[in-house]
């Protein structure tokens, strides 16, 4: 799903881990209940670089951490070519967590249930073995992790803009340096990084170019964490291809903003570089903000939403397709109001989409927008440069490309714009909402799929992006076998077309949906993977 205002985010053989790691796993994980918590599941954790495969974890209920490998799909297979996945091997022990690395990094992350962080690699070099990071460790993630007591530590690629850690050598960098005492929340990259500590004192530090650090300055090195702001509850930012804006929601609801602000994104009536937190709006409850695509300029056109503490939805930022619903095609410099009763708020800014999306209390769905494909159900392809109601008693909807799926309180689902077509053989663009499908509990994406999920717990495909560029227009080569693909269905996870399913009864189960054969998206015969038995 995207990000919305809502309070709810290798085939690799990896028994080659030296001896010093492999174990004799016992067998006992017997519980259908942990084997279909998702906790427990890291679905394409880690992937060479030079191949197409990826790892795949699951740690059962005596700690036993077990791997097996999946071939990452060609992007469609032609034909119907998946290859099952290998059999699930134990090869650690005493392990709590998995933490992955990143697509193509050569090393992944595992906590121990002694709480150490312990680095292995990926590849199929016997000689290297793992190596214990920290101790103590309470949340661990890529090159940063903050211990029990709440000390925050960096290493890779985090040290490069750290006092004292400039120059150091690729060896060196390996080695965790605490730089913050009781962190409580990081946001880190490579130049801008933050954390806020248990105090709610907003720390900043690393390299900027238009004041994104917050500390009075527009470019700035700043190589060693710096306070920038206190009491705050959370932290945003906005970042596209150019310089982001940030954001801050104190406890007290009120929102501060700093950053790169040509289009107004910061919201203090000016379009100059804001190089310190400035107070932006009061009795602030939530907030998103999302950079959208325009001409291909390497800026950040950045739309900025805050629903108050009245429900009332203000806007500002970026506006050249209608983005933010005020009436115009005009960045706006200050938060304007464009909507009362309002319950939560969603942005599309994809494939050029940039549509906005909201459910009022009362459960109706309203947008506005650029509103290419008649997603908006206006009858027409023109912006709609204030919200509309587009329909009543929604429970769920999800933007997808240049298609609007929603579920109603009823359990059918709905959908408009691009491509609906290929289900009811109906103009698509121009007309209001056509029925799918009765009977659908929920729907969800992965990548380029819309699931849905029947009431009677069947797994089904409603929708799949493939389109082409045509022109001046976008159409699709392909048509969607809509037929169910597994009925007692729990859960899916996955990517980029390799999905697992878990059932109710424990089975885990793997198939692909960037199959394409016959003229039309099919997904292929779901595998059954062998979870640990007794």
Not at 175 to 181: A, E, G, M, Q
Not at 321 to 344: H, M, Q, R, W, Y
Request: aromatic residues 12%; glycine residues 6%.
């Amino acid at each position: 799903m995207k990000k919305k205002i809502r309070i709810y985010s290798s085939l690799i053989a990896l028994t080659f881990l030296s001896t010093s790691i492999l174990c004799a796993c016992t067998y006992t994980d017997t519980s259908t209940a942990a084997k279909t918590d998702q906790s427990r599941f890291y679905f394409h954790a880690a992937k060479k670089y030079e191949s197409n495969k990826k790892a795949n974890f699951y740690v059962d209920t005596d700690n036993n951490l077990w791997a097996w490998d999946s071939v990452y799909p060609d992007y469609p297979y032609i034909g119907n070519a998946f290859l099952p996945p290998t059999e699930p091997e134990p090869i650690m022990k005493n392990i709590k967590e998995v933490v992955p690395a990143g697509m193509y990094n050569d090393l992944f992350y595992v906590l121990d249930t002694d709480n150490s962080l312990w680095e292995l690699p990926t590849d199929m070099n016997p000689s290297i073995s793992k190596k214990k990071l920290l101790d103590d460790v309470a949340v661990p993630n890529m090159e940063h992790a903050i211990t029990t007591n709440g000390d925050l530590y960096v290493w890779g690629d985090q040290t490069r803009y750290i006092s004292g850690m400039v120059g150091l050598t690729k060896e060196e960098m390996k080695t965790p340096r605490c730089i913050v005492k009781q962190a409580a929340f990081t946001d880190l990259d490579t130049s801008t990084s933050f954390a806020i500590d248990q105090d709610g004192y907003l720390w900043s530090w690393g390299e900027c170019q238009y004041g994104e650090l917050g500390q009075g300055e527009a470019y700035i090195k700043s190589s060693s964490p710096t306070i920038i702001a206190d009491h705050v509850a959370k932290f945003y930012r906005s970042y596209d291809r150019g310089e982001p804006t940030m954001y801050a929601l104190k406890t007290d609801g009120t929102l501060w903003a700093w950053g790169y602000n040509q289009y107004g994104a910061v919201g203090n009536g000016t379009t100059e570089t804001v190089s310190t937190p400035t107070k932006v709006l009061d009795h602030v409850k939530t907030f998103t903000c999302t950079a959208c695509p325009s001409n291909g300029a390497f800026d950040t056109y950045t739309n900025a939403f805050a629903l108050r503490e009245d429900d009332s939805l203000w806007a500002w930022g970026y506006n050249d397709e209608g983005n933010l619903g005020n009436g115009t095609t005009e960045s706006a410099f200050s938060p304007v109001k464009i909507l009362d009763d309002v319950a939560e708020i969603e942005t599309d800014v994809n494939m050029y989409i940039n549509l906005s999306f909201a459910i009022k209390k009362d459960g109706s769905l309203w947008g506005w927008g650029y509103n290419r494909f008649g997603q908006l159900c206006t009858g027409n392809s023109e912006p709609v440069l204030f919200p509309v109601k587009i329909a009543d008693d929604v429970k769920e909807y999800c933007p997808f490309y240049a298609t609007l799926y929603f579920v109603k309180q009823d359990n059918t689902l709905w959908g408009s714009g691009f491509n609906i077509s290929s289900f009811s053989n109906d103009q698509p663009e121009l007309t209001p909402p056509v029925l799918l499908q009765e009977n659908v509990d929920h729907i969800q994406t992965i990548d380029d799929t819309v699931f849905s999920f029947g009431t009677d717990g069947s797994l089904s495909i409603c929708g799949y992006h493939d389109v082409v560029r045509i022109n001046d227009g976008f159409d699709s080569p392909y048509e969607i076998d809509r037929r169910k693909i597994l009925d007692n269905v729990a859960w899916i996870d996955g990517e980029r077309g390799d999905i697992f399913a878990m059932t109710n009864d424990g089975k885990l189960m793997n198939f692909s949906v960037v199959t394409v054969y016959d003229g039309k998206v099919q997904p292929t015969k779901p595998v059954e993977i062998p979870l640990p038995l007794t």
